[in-house]
């Protein structure tokens, strides 16, 4: 089994910055891909950023040049750092690993969610 531990949540007014951080622990043979996904109140759960072992980055059309995703593969940790935030920005933000504790077969892990919100 595979634990994701998110943390960076808050509150933030409108321009302003937060940084994300999401730790895997447990029984971890790899992981290939790591992103951030979001839902809103109200909405589906939406990809934000993925980047893959070989740091091959996907963004959203909506936060293209102001997020940033990066990973630390000694760490099996992924950040996003997140600027000029807006308040449609305001989600809860998972974070997704698809890892294997085999090198087998991998699955899909989901953290706990962190609550981002924008408002002034």
């Known amino acids: 089994q595979v634990q994701l531990v998110e943390s960076g949540g808050g509150w933030v007014q409108p321009g302003g910055s937060l940084r994300l951080s999401c730790a895997a622990s447990?029984?971890?043979?790899?992981?290939?891909?790591m992103g951030w996904y979001r839902q809103a109140p109200g909405k589906e759960r939406e990809l934000v950023a993925a980047?893959?072992?070989?740091?091959?980055?996907n963004y959203a059309d909506s936060v293209k040049g102001r997020f940033t995703i990066s990973r630390d593969n000694a760490k099996n940790t992924v950040y996003l750092q997140m600027n000029s935030l807006k308040p449609e920005d305001t989600a809860v933000y998972y974070c997704?690993?698809?890892?294997?504790?085999?090198?087998?077969?991998?699955?899909?892990?989901w953290g706990q969610g962190t609550q981002v919100t924008v408002s002034s």
């Open positions: 980047i893959t072992s070989g740091v091959s980055t």
């Open positions: 997704h690993a698809k890892a294997s504790s085999t090198g087998r077969y991998y699955f899909n892990y």
């Open positions: 447990g029984s971890i043979f790899s992981i290939n891909a």
